[in-house]
């Protein structure tokens, strides 16, 4: 049963910094895509950032050169450093697990590739 939790969330002025990770174990973490989700109240979840198993990462436009994916397989987690925060980055943040996946341009990790996710852990960013 692969397990994933999430922790970092908070509240933060516009501009300012936070740095999310997420706790994994029960898989073989260094073998799996490991991507970052957000979700908003009535909003379907949508990809944030991904760290394929070969290291290479994908960002989505709107938080690219802002967001920051990073994963240390030694110790099973994976981070999302999140700077210049917006308003609209205000949303519950997802850590998923997929043995697959694909890397496309502009686009964050693809909602239908993942299967393993975490219960989340709140950012909210003030104005």
């Known amino acids: 049963q692969v397990q994933l939790v999430e922790s970092g969330g908070g509240s933060v002025q516009a501009g300012g910094s936070l740095r999310l990770s997420c706790g994994a174990a029960?898989?073989?973490?260094?073998?799996?895509?490991m991507g970052w989700f957000r979700q908003t109240p009535g909003k379907e979840r949508e990809g944030v950032a991904g760290?394929?198993?070969?290291?290479?990462?994908f960002y989505a436009d709107s938080v690219k050169g802002r967001f920051t994916i990073s994963r240390d397989n030694a110790k099973n987690t994976l981070y999302l450093v999140m700077n210049s925060l917006k308003p609209e980055d205000t949303a519950m943040y997802y850590c998923?697990?997929?043995?697959?996946?694909?890397?496309?341009?502009?686009?964050?990790?693809?909602?239908?590739?993942?299967?393993?996710w975490g219960r989340g852990t709140q950012v909210t960013v003030s104005s």
């Open positions: 029960d898989f073989a973490f260094r073998y799996h895509c």
């Open positions: 998923a697990a997929a043995p697959f996946c694909t890397l496309t341009i502009g686009l964050g990790p693809a909602l239908r590739e993942y299967g393993d």
């Open positions: 760290s394929m198993d070969d290291g290479r990462t």
